[in-house]
């Protein structure tokens, strides 16, 4: 079993910054990935950002260049840097983590992001 914790949401205006963390109760180096979604009032769960344990990253394209996830392995720990926020930012943001194979999915309890404009 797999325990995340969240931290790092809150009300921000936009344009402003904010630093989410997912904490793992276990080691995250051969994790195969880990990633954040988010889901907004009234809409699905969508991914934001992912990041396998050789680094490479995959962006939804709403977030290109405005976030950056990041991993420290040695903190069991996965980041998500977010900048330049808008409203549509604006959602529950949840830690996860996939291992295969096969495949299993665990996830935090979220952390609420609200953007105001």
């Known amino acids: 079993q797999v325990q995340l914790v969240e931290s790092g949401g809150g009300l921000v205006q936009t344009g402003g910054s904010l630093r989410l963390s997912c904490a793992a109760s276990?080691?995250?180096?051969?994790?195969?990935?880990m990633g954040w979604y988010r889901q907004a009032p009234g809409k699905q769960r969508e991914l934001v950002a992912s990041?396998?344990?050789?680094?490479?990253?995959n962006y939804a394209g709403s977030v290109k260049g405005r976030f950056t996830i990041s991993r420290d392995n040695a903190e069991n720990t996965v980041y998500l840097q977010m900048s330049s926020l808008k409203p549509e930012d604006t959602g529950v943001y949840y830690c996860n983590v996939a291992k295969w194979p096969p495949r299993r999915d665990y996830w935090g309890q979220g952390t609420q992001v609200t953007v105001s404009s």
């Open positions: 990041i396998t344990s050789s680094g490479s990253t």
């Open positions: 276990i080691s995250i180096r051969s994790i195969n990935a």
